[in-house]
């Protein structure tokens, strides 16, 4: 079975300075999907950025970027620039293809403080 | 709005009572998801529809518990015979599909169920 391990609960960052978010997981599968999702308190989740398991380069989406290394089975995101509407849980999420249900690590609690 | 909508977004019942939980997805999405996210914890996947078809469910899923989708639009969960233990989150999702491609599953507001 796969398993997802986010081992911050919590974390803090200034407004405005850089704050990475770990995650590792673990597959015996060699293509699958890795997903950053953000859910702000009593909001709905949002996805952050994707990630392709046979894309070689990480992906980006304007302040959010990710460190992808396959063989270390790490995801780390990494939140440029911290804005106040960052604050959030983080939850990272494994799917493997044809199996459509995702799973989730426990989340990192992220406070960003002005 | 032409998201994931779900209804209704609280439910409190007693022990023992059936409850049941709609999920309107977006409009073109032909995949819909229910997981479920007890507090503190990261959603947990609990069963799939692609159109009115339910291909995927966890052993999360227990007898007590039921989805459909008919017509492959809205899809309601219901969970029979409740018992405290089911208290959560339940969250609905939808994607749609492209070729081989896996789309990007939306998430809804998600219903929150108290047990008493």
């Known amino acids: 079975a796969q398993t997802v391990t986010q081992s911050q609960p919590e974390m803090s960052v200034q407004e405005a300075e850089t704050v990475t978010l770990s995650c590792t997981y673990d597959?015996?599968?060699?293509?699958?999907?890795l997903f950053w999702y953000k859910q702000p308190p009593s909001r709905q989740m949002i996805l952050v950025i994707r990630q392709e398991a046979y894309k070689q380069q990480n992906a980006t989406e304007n302040r959010f970027s990710v460190n992808f290394q396959k063989a270390a089975k790490s995801f780390s995101l990494k939140i440029s620039d911290s804005q106040l509407g960052d604050t959030a849980m983080y939850f990272c999420a494994f799917m493997k293809p044809r199996l459509h249900g995702m799973r989730f690590g426990a989340g990192t609690r992220l406070t960003v403080k002005p | 709005d032409t998201g994931v909508s779900q209804n209704p977004r609280h439910k409190i019942t007693k022990r023992g009572q059936n409850v049941t939980f709609r999920c309107d997805p977006i409009?073109?999405?032909?995949?819909l998801y229910w997981y479920r996210q007890t507090l503190g914890q990261g959603p947990e996947f609990l069963t799939y529809f692609q159109n009115e078809a339910q291909l995927e469910k966890s052993r999360l899923l227990s007898d007590r518990f039921s989805a459909e989708r008919p017509k492959g639009s809205f899809s309601t969960l219901e969970i029979q015979r409740t018992e405290q233990g089911d208290s959560a989150m339940y969250l609905c999702?939808?994607?749609?599909?492209?070729?081989?491609?896996?789309?990007?599953?939306?998430f809804g507001p998600g219903t929150r169920l108290l047990v008493l």
């Open positions: 409009s073109e999405h032909n995949r």
């Open positions: 999702a939808s994607s749609s599909q492209t070729g081989d491609t896996q789309e990007t599953q939306y």
């Open positions: 597959t015996s599968e060699n293509n699958y999907y």
